[in-house]
């Protein structure tokens, strides 16, 4: 008997399913969800190959192939200005809203860049979201911050439901605004965010309680100052509101 194909899964279906050229030159292309969600995973929200193959319960080699095919699609339809449907597809949906979580999900946020934990929590452009559920990782997702400053932050956490916050350099006042929204703080952590991850599940996360971080310029980060993890911090301004 034939092996039976593993569904790829995806978090929800695409807001849009067709897009038109404004002149229409042939046959449309069809991606499919799986192919979008690829794209999605990857080039929107910043995965990695290995974690969009974690994502979607496949192999990484399945990922390669899938991705390379999107993108030639993706370019077929730019330089052939030929229409785009997103239909069809072996998937299956995971059946979370990845903007809400159940009650037996622990969320955790991880200030994230390149796979790592981003050490300035202040200027975190994304957060990488991981749903736990009976202590292993469900389903990830990231977030965007579109530039949201230090107080916003906090607010984009509790909005979406984080129990956890696990970054690398934090200031007082972002600190309290975290406290006050009911997150737990794991700061000075320096490690891939999916180890770290790890290491919290399993108990023995490197962190620092007393994490801080000091700079001379609210706005960058200069040299001679340090940010998170168990360095030296000089006298100079929160990195948190004022």
């Given at each position: 008997m034939p092996r039976p194909v593993k569904h790829r899964r995806i978090c929800a279906h695409p807001r849009c399913n067709s897009f038109k050229p404004c002149?229409?030159?042939?046959?449309?292309?069809?991606?499919?969800?799986?192919?979008?969600?690829?794209?999605?995973?990857?080039?929107?929200?910043?995965?990695?190959?290995?974690?969009?193959?974690?994502?979607?319960?496949?192999?990484?080699?399945?990922?390669?192939?899938?991705?390379?095919?999107?993108?030639?699609?993706l370019a077929s339809c730019i330089v052939e200005s030929r229409p785009l449907k997103i239909e069809g597809g072996n998937v299956e949906v995971c059946g979370k809203d990845c903007g809400k979580k159940g009650d037996n999900i622990m969320r955790i946020a991880?200030?994230?860049?390149?796979?790592?934990?981003?050490?300035?929590f202040g200027h975190t452009e994304q957060f990488k979201l991981y749903d736990v559920e009976d202590g292993k990782v469900q389903v990830m997702t990231t977030v965007n911050t579109n530039g949201s400053g230090h107080?916003?932050?906090a607010d984009?956490?509790?909005?979406?439901?984080?129990?956890?916050?696990?970054?690398?350099?934090?200031?007082?006042?972002?600190?309290?605004?975290?406290a006050?929204?009911?997150?737990?703080?794991?700061?000075g952590v320096t490690a891939d965010?999916?180890?770290a991850v790890a290491d919290f599940l399993a108990g023995n996360l490197s962190f620092n309680p007393d994490v801080a971080c000091s700079h001379h310029d609210e706005n960058h980060h200069g040299e001679g100052h340090s940010c998170?993890?168990?360095?030296?911090?000089?006298?100079?301004?929160s990195c948190s509101n004022h």
């Open positions: 002149q229409r030159s042939g046959n449309p292309l069809i991606m499919t969800l799986d192919e979008y969600e690829v794209i999605r995973l990857i080039d929107y929200a910043g995965f990695t190959q290995e974690d969009c193959a974690k994502q979607m319960n496949v192999a990484r080699t399945t990922i390669q192939a899938i991705y390379a095919n999107a993108r030639k699609i991880v200030a994230y860049e390149d796979g790592k934990v981003f050490q300035h107080g916003a932050l984009i956490l509790k909005k979406c439901s984080v129990d956890v916050l696990i970054c690398g350099g934090i200031g007082d006042g972002a600190k309290r605004a975290l006050e929204a009911g997150i737990e703080l794991y700061g965010a999916d180890q998170g993890g168990h360095g030296h911090h000089g006298e100079g301004h």
